[in-house]
Every structure is written in structure tokens, then in C-alpha cells.
């Protein structure tokens, strides 16, 4: 595979036919036929999550997932209507630890469908916390997309006294409308923060403010009255990823831990892995019992990548591990997650070597 600054335009395969069938309803677009101003229009599509639940009042963390739908949430959030001209369809309606390939399918289709149909002039995906930066990740790398897609949720249920998600919805509205946001890929849009799928991270379980991104700093800051971006968007970016046709590789992460064997690893390309994900100990190491077994795996052609499990930091090539001598690919700046979604999108894409996946790797933008 050739890397580019030039996004190529998504080639849809076809399974995404019958993605399209199940997410495209009678809640589009039409498509705009006139010059005169109009309001943004906002397509949200909605896949549950916190955000999506309800729960006794008094409580900040329990909750029934799936209790709200899309048309419910966004006519639930006063003002919503003057910032844009708003529109809703419901993908799913799951806890994002449900979370699969099949509803992220569902979702590159109808995004793709609906901006080459101009039924929109921004997208925002409603979606539980817990994944929801594998989620961005995977739209940003498969996505050709000029268009703001804002992805949001909440960490605190909808009937909560306390509830963050109608504060956030706005916001993120507010940001997919925005014409600053024009060539900047997909972001995550949570808690006043505008943050890069490759980089936000969830870190703490309960805290509203749990998305971080230990390596960088946000993509920008938003509230009901401006947004501020830091930098301007960039120039180019790095080529969109075709979606698989046959659906997405078995890739598997195994986590490094003292006294670690290769059970994880023997276990893993037993199951017929194409690809191993290492979220190893510091600076992406792990027993020598688990490399001997990892480094096995990649003569059989096994796609091994070195990620860490420590929360920040960098993957190091040639420093701790051999990398050259045993094959193997590390994340950089990716964690253990965004790197099995990565690898599973290059393998999809026939991209196996281990220089050639490097290389992938290696783009950070």
C-alpha cells in the first residue's frame, strides 16, 4: 500500500448494500436544490450508549441502556433546532461494549450515502463511551470526507439530575455545523473538548471529564457561544482505507503481565488470527516466552504489532525488541485498541508485510 497525502475516494463493497438497506429510512434529506442561505443541516445518526439511557434520577452511573431513542434525544435538547436544521435515524440502539463491526459497516455506509446524496452537511454519531474512540478510528481511516462527522455521548444517563449528554449533543451539533470543521477528518466532541480519533482516549470510568489525549494536546475547545480550534486544519491527509468486502480480520490483543507464557499467543493463531496485537509491558515488551511464541507467529505470517498497555507514551522500534530481526510492527503512538483496528483495515486491505504495515503505522495525521 502507497501512502499519500491525498484521500482517495472510499471504494464501498458489497456487503455495504445491505448496510445501506437497514440504515437508509425515511428520515434523510432531501437533497439541496437551492442557492439561497439555509441552516446546516445535521444528520444524527444514533447507536445508543449512555447518552441513549435512562436510570433513576438520583443516580449519575446506573442506568438501562437503549431507553432513548435518536428523535427522542435530539428533540430532548433545548436550542438544538436554532443552531441547525436537525434530522435523526437510529443505526442501534446498544451499550458500546456491544459494540462490532457490523454497525461500524452500517455506519461508513450511510455516512458515505448520505454526502454523496447531499443530504447533509455534517454528520454526528451518537455512541456509548466505552468504544467510542475505536469507532472514530475506524471512520477516520475509512472515510474520504471533507464534511465535519462529530461523534458524542455521555457519561452520565439522560434522567440523571446531573446528565452531561444534552450539553454535549449541543455542543457537538454546534461543531458539525461549523465551517472551521471542514477538512479535519472525524472528532470526538465531549465535555467542552474537540479531540482526534487518533489520539482521545478514555481514562477513567466515571468522571464526565475522562477523555484525554496523553500524547497530544485536543484538536480544540467548544461551548455554546464560540469554537476554538488550535491549529488550522491540515493541508493534506493520509489516504482513506477501502472497507473490507469480507468483513474484518481476526485480530487478537493479548496483554502482557508478570510471569506471562505463550497460552495467549498458542491460543490465538489456533483461532485462526491474522494479526496480534501486544499491549505489552512498558515500552511494548513482554516475557521471552511470549516474544519466542510471537515471533513463531509472524513466520507464519501473522501480523504482529508491539503496542503498550501503559496509558502514554511511544512504541519504540529496534530498542528493547529486534523488531527487524523478528518481524514484527510496532504501534508508535496507537494504544492496544486503535492498533487491532488499524491492523485489521490493512490486512483487510491485503496489506501484510511487515515493512509495508509499518509504514502504515508510521503515518500519525
Known amino acids: 500500500m502507497t501512502l499519500t497525502k491525498q484521500r482517495k475516494p472510499v471504494v464501498l463493497p458489497s456487503m455495504m448494500a445491505a448496510a445501506l438497506a437497514l440504515t437508509a429510512g425515511s428520515h434523510a434529506f432531501a437533497a439541496d436544490t437551492t442557492t439561497a442561505k439555509r441552516a446546516p443541516r445535521i444528520l444524527v445518526l444514533a447507536t445508543g450508549g449512555t447518552i441513549a439511557s435512562t436510570g433513576d434520577a438520583r443516580s449519575a452511573i446506573g442506568y438501562n441502556a437503549g431507553g432513548v431513542t435518536g428523535e427522542q434525544l435530539t428533540a ?34 450511510r455516512i458515505k450515502q448520505a454526502f454523496d446524496r447531499d443530504e447533509a452537511d455534517g454528520i454526528v454519531v451518537t455512541h456509548g463511551t466505552d468504544t467510542m474512540e475505536e469507532t472514530a478510528f475506524f471512520l477516520d481511516n475509512v472515510l474520504a470526507t471533507s464534511k465535519p462527522v462529530v461523534l458524542v455521548g455521555s457519561m452520565r444517563p439522560s434522567t440523571a439530575v446531573s446528565a452531561d449528554g444534552p450539553g454535549n449533543l449541543y455542543e457537538a451539533v454546534e461543531v458539525a455545523a461549523s465551517p472551521q470543521s471542514q477538512n479535519r477528518g472525524v472528532l470526538v466532541v465531549m465535555n467542552d473538548t474537540i479531540h482526534g480519533p487518533r489520539w482521545v482516549t478514555k481514562t477513567n470510568t466515571t468522571s464526565v471529564q475522562t477523555f484525554h489525549n496523553p500524547n497530544a494536546a485536543p484538536v480544540g475547545y467548544v461551548d455554546p457561544a ?44 489456533r483461532h485462526n488470527a491474522k494479526g496480534i496485537v501486544l499491549a505489552g509491558v512498558g515500552d511494548g515488551n513482554a516475557s521471552q516466552a511470549a516474544l519466542d511464541a510471537l515471533e513463531a507467529a509472524a513466520r507464519k505470517g501473522v501480523v504482529v504489532v508491539r503496542s503498550s498497555r501503559v496509558g502514554s507514551g511511544f512504541v519504540n522500534r529496534n530498542v528493547e525488541v529486534s523488531d527487524d530481526k523478528t518481524g514484527f510492527v510496532v504501534s508508535y503512538d496507537l494504544n492496544p485498541q486503535k492498533a487491532r483496528v488499524l491492523t485489521q483495515l490493512l490486512i483487510g486491505n491485503g496489506v501484510t508485510a511487515a515493512d509495508k504495515v509499518q509504514k502504515a503505522f508510521d503515518v500519525t495525521y
Open 76 to 109: 430532548s435538547v433545548p436550542g438544538l433546532d436554532k443552531l441547525a436544521s436537525i434530522k435523526a435515524e437510529q443505526i442501534s440502539n446498544i451499550g458500546s461494549q456491544d459494540m462490532n463491526s457490523k454497525v461500524w459497516y452500517q455506519l461508513a455506509a
Open 226 to 269: 464560540s469554537i476554538r480550534y488550535l491549529a488550522p486544519a491540515p493541508a493534506g491527509r493520509k489516504k482513506a482505507l477501502e472497507v473490507p468486502s469480507g468483513g474484518l480480520p481476526r485480530v487478537e490483543i493479548v496483554y502482557a503481565h508478570a510471569d506471562m507464557d505463550a497460552v495467549q499467543i498458542d491460543d490465538a493463531v
